[in-house]
Structure formats: C-alpha cells, structure tokens
C-alpha cells in the first residue's frame, strides 16, 4: 500500500546576496544583515515641506494646532524654517494624539501632512508637504551598515539607478536644483523616513538615511519575505 506524504517548504525569496555579518552579531532588535545587498520593491517619495515664509493661515493655523497638543510653549521653532517639527521624548499617548489630529484635519490640494517615528520611536515628526513636485522613483536594491562617525547608528542605502548615469539620475539632479535649501520629506512605500535639507545639488543616484528607527528598518526590508509553497510527494512503499 502506497502512502503519499506531502510536505510544504517555505522558501524564502527574500534573500542577502552577500552577508558579511549575521544580524544575531547585532543589537537585538535589528533582524536584517550588515553590509549586505537586498532585492527590495520600494517606491519613495520625495516632496518639498511648505517653507514658513511662503505658509499661508489656511497652513499655519492647523500646523500651530497640532505643535500645541505636545508642546504648550508659546515660543516654539519650527524646523528649518518650514512647516516641519520635531519632538523627542514623546509618550505614546501623545503620538497617538497627534496622529489623529492629523488624521481628523484635512488640508487644502495640493497639501498633505506626513507623520512619523525616529530614533528609537519616541521621537515624532510631522509637518506639511506640497505635492505639486513629488519626485517618485522605483528601488530595487538597499543595503545598511553601521557608521561611527553617527554614533554607531545604523544607515540605510539605496540608489536611484544601477551606478551608471540614467535618466532617473539626471531628473533627480533637477529636481534637487530646483529645491535647493528646502527640506524633503522623505517616504518608501508611504512610510515617513527622514526630512533633510538640500544644501547641496545631488548629482549621483545614491541616497543615505542616517535617523531611521530600526523597528522601520526590519519593516521595510522585511516585507517582501513572502512564503513561496512547493509541495513535495514522497512515495512510502
């Protein structure tokens, strides 16, 4: 008599390419491999922040509404000079109360809010962005490593193209020229990563985000791990 076993293997298609060092030689909240390569599927966003100067009431008025449901102070900053603030040493309750202010507030067209974590989650991140120039790039590859220089933080990188001047690369460079000095926020896969300021014109395709929280961090690269079933007969006489 004949028995058929099935069994199912999981194989992971998410994979490092080259590990160097394994993430259990790591702090023990980041489950992804230092130096290494990863196939990703992130779509990230860059859009200019709405600078205070240019803000309107219509902007002002809920930006200021929302810094004082964590900050009572009358003399508050602003970050860079745009509608952009930062909070560290926040409680989870008020993240969350933020977060549906946020949510509750809508903003005139073409404006948005964008929200997010940093550090190690206790920092929040909010402000308002202008959509009427998002820059919009496919990534497939990223890596992280640890930089001394940055305290021992781990750094994300990725790249707009394959190393080679493209089209991307060149669109990107323009897009850089033409907001120079403004701050960007920055989003893979609509989630909020960091908002540097343009000092600089970015000829290259290469992107690094230094104040990425690592629960970010596995979510981003983990994602993709998708379980690919293969089933597998054995024959038992």
Same mark, same amino acid.
């Given at each position: 008599m004949k028995k058929l076993v099935t069994l199912l293997l999981v194989l992971f298609a998410f994979a490092p390419l080259q590990a160097?060092?394994?993430?259990?030689d790591l702090p023990d909240t980041l489950?992804?491999?230092?130096?290494?390569?990863y196939a990703v599927h992130w779509s990230v966003a860059f859009t200019p922040i709405v600078s205070q100067g240019s803000a309107t009431m219509e902007l002002l008025e809920p930006m200021?509404?929302? $810094? *004082?449901?964590?900050?009572? !102070?009358? %003399?508050?900053?602003?970050?860079? %000079? !745009?509608l952009l603030y930062e909070q560290s %040493?926040?409680?989870?309750?008020q993240i $969350?109360?933020?977060?549906?202010y946020l949510h509750q507030t809508p903003l005139p !067209?073409?404006?948005?809010?964008?929200?997010?974590?940093?550090?190690?989650?206790d920092t929040i991140v909010f402000g308002i962005k202008d959509t009427t120039e998002t820059f919009l790039a496919n990534v497939a590859e990223a890596s992280i490593h640890i930089e001394p220089l940055y305290g021992n933080i781990p750094v994300v990188g990725f790249r707009l193209d394959n190393g080679e001047p493209t089209e991307i690369t060149k669109a990107f460079k323009d897009f850089t020229? *033409? %907001?120079l000095f403004k701050a960007i926020a920055t989003e893979i896969n609509?989630?909020?990563?960091?908002?540097?300021?343009?000092n600089n014109v970015i000829e290259g395709g290469a992107i690094e985000a230094t104040s990425m929280s690592v629960p970010l961090i596995n979510k981003l690269f983990l994602r993709d791990i998708e379980p690919e079933i293969e089933e597998v007969v054995i024959m038992d006489e």
């Amino acid at each position: 008599m004949k028995k058929l076993v099935t069994l199912l293997l999981v194989l992971f298609a998410f994979a490092p390419l080259q590990a160097k060092i394994h993430f259990t030689d790591l702090p023990d909240t980041l489950q992804v491999d230092l130096d290494t390569k990863y196939a990703v599927h992130w779509s990230v966003a860059f859009t200019p922040i709405v600078s205070q100067g240019s803000a309107t009431m219509e902007l002002l008025e809920p930006m200021f509404n929302a $810094v *004082r449901l964590i900050n009572e !102070s009358e %003399n508050f900053q602003l970050t860079a %000079n !745009s509608l952009l603030y930062e909070q560290s %040493n926040c409680t989870m309750e008020q993240i $969350v109360k933020v977060g549906e202010y946020l949510h509750q507030t809508p903003l005139p !067209s073409p404006y948005e809010w964008f929200l997010g974590l940093q550090n190690d989650d206790d920092t929040i991140v909010f402000g308002i962005k202008d959509t009427t120039e998002t820059f919009l790039a496919n990534v497939a590859e990223a890596s992280i490593h640890i930089e001394p220089l940055y305290g021992n933080i781990p750094v994300v990188g990725f790249r707009l193209d394959n190393g080679e001047p493209t089209e991307i690369t060149k669109a990107f460079k323009d897009f850089t020229q *033409r %907001n120079l000095f403004k701050a960007i926020a920055t989003e893979i896969n609509g989630d909020f990563i960091m908002a540097p300021t343009l000092n600089n014109v970015i000829e290259g395709g290469a992107i690094e985000a230094t104040s990425m929280s690592v629960p970010l961090i596995n979510k981003l690269f983990l994602r993709d791990i998708e379980p690919e079933i293969e089933e597998v007969v054995i024959m038992d006489e």
